[in-house]
């Protein structure tokens, strides 16, 4: 369980330190048949490429639009091109509203101990030295304080360490990303959006991975020798490039080649937690509340492709999928 998956669905970053942050295309750079099996992997999958979709079932319409957590240079660009289905929606869902978003923050201001440890180890005892010395150059490389650092919560730790130290340096944890842009739009013309989960549930979640699992996510990243500015320019390229299902193949080479059949189970674990689980979830509630109605989700990229995907999982229930332009 590496730092790669915490990127392709938890990291936050300015606009501004995209356009600064330029980096190496990983994938590009791989040996060409290696690439070819990857790419080919990924091209199996359901509904490999694309961001935006329509799910059609009689009267009821819903449309995904696949989200990168975090600002990029297509941001706007992205919002103007969804908005006409924001405006058409009764209805219009984000993973979690920007009511409970406000929420979460005020929960988590008021109770440190949902993204801190408050009591008993903090990570420079549950590290130790050698792995605590070299997370601690990480933070400062990220303009993040060790002293501070050091009471993250093992998973939020490992979400620190998906940001690129060239994006935290240049304003990282302060912009908005695209999701609460909807939210924001779709305010504006008076239709709020509504949650797709509790948001207390998901970060119950985060606590549920064993210890081990969760300190190992840090470690993992120490046995990875590249460039975390050269993964995050390659995930969001990629993403820019519509090419959503090889970004999560990508993501699970790299965790099997750094750790072999010991990482398979872990993988397999968070794939589990973070996508089959919630995307389930999420269908059923879709299902339960957009009867009849024009519904429009942004949810995160990863969530639509594939077998388990949102998509598939529509299409299974007698929705005809049709995949949109983003263009103009």
């Not at 330029?22 to 091209?43: N, Q, S, V």
């Not at 390659?234 to 750094?258: C, G, H, N, P």
Request: glycine fraction near 6%; include cysteine; charged fraction near 25%.
């Amino acid at each position: 369980m590496l730092r790669y998956l915490a990127v392709v669905l938890f990291v936050f970053s300015s606009e501004a330190a995209f356009a600064r942050c330029e980096g190496r295309d990983l994938i590009a750079e791989m040996p060409a048949a290696e690439r070819a099996a990857l790419e080919a992997k990924a091209g199996q999958e359901a509904f490999a490429e694309g961001l935006l979709w329509r799910a059609t079932r009689g009267e009821t319409e819903i449309s995904f639009f696949g989200t990168y957590h975090f600002p990029h240079e297509q941001t706007q660009a992205h919002l103007e091109a969804v908005t006409p289905y924001i405006k058409a929606a009764d209805r219009v869902y984000l993973e979690v509203s920007n009511a409970d978003t406000a929420k979460l923050e005020r929960e988590m201001a008021e109770d440190p101990s949902l993204m801190f440890i408050t009591e008993g180890p903090t990570l420079p005892d549950l590290l130790g030295e050698a792995d605590w010395t070299q997370f601690a150059e990480e933070m400062r490389a990220r303009a993040i304080p060790p002293f501070f650092a050091a009471k993250f919560k093992p998973t939020w730790a490992a979400m620190m360490l998906g940001i690129g130290p060239c994006e935290a340096r240049s304003g990282a944890l302060e912009g908005d990303g695209i999701d609460k842009l909807v939210g924001d739009r779709a305010a504006e013309i008076g239709n709020p959006s509504h949650s797709l989960e509790d948001y207390r549930a998901l970060l119950t979640m985060l606590d549920s991975f064993p210890m081990q699992d969760q300190l190992d996510m840090i470690r993992m990243f120490f046995a990875w020798s590249g460039s975390p500015d050269d993964m995050a320019y390659t995930l969001r390229q990629r993403y820019l490039a519509q090419e959503v299902a090889l970004i999560w193949a990508f993501s699970e080479k790299m965790t099997l080649d750094l750790g072999g059949e010991a990482a398979r189970e872990d993988f397999a674990l968070f794939e589990q937690k973070m996508l089959i689980d919630r995307n389930a979830a999420w269908v059923v509630r879709l299902l339960d509340e957009a009867q009849g109605q024009k519904v429009f989700a942004a949810v995160g990229a990863a969530h639509l492709p594939g077998e388990i995907g949102v998509l598939r999982l529509l299409e299974d229930e007698g929705f005809e999928i049709t995949r949109l332009s983003l263009d103009p």
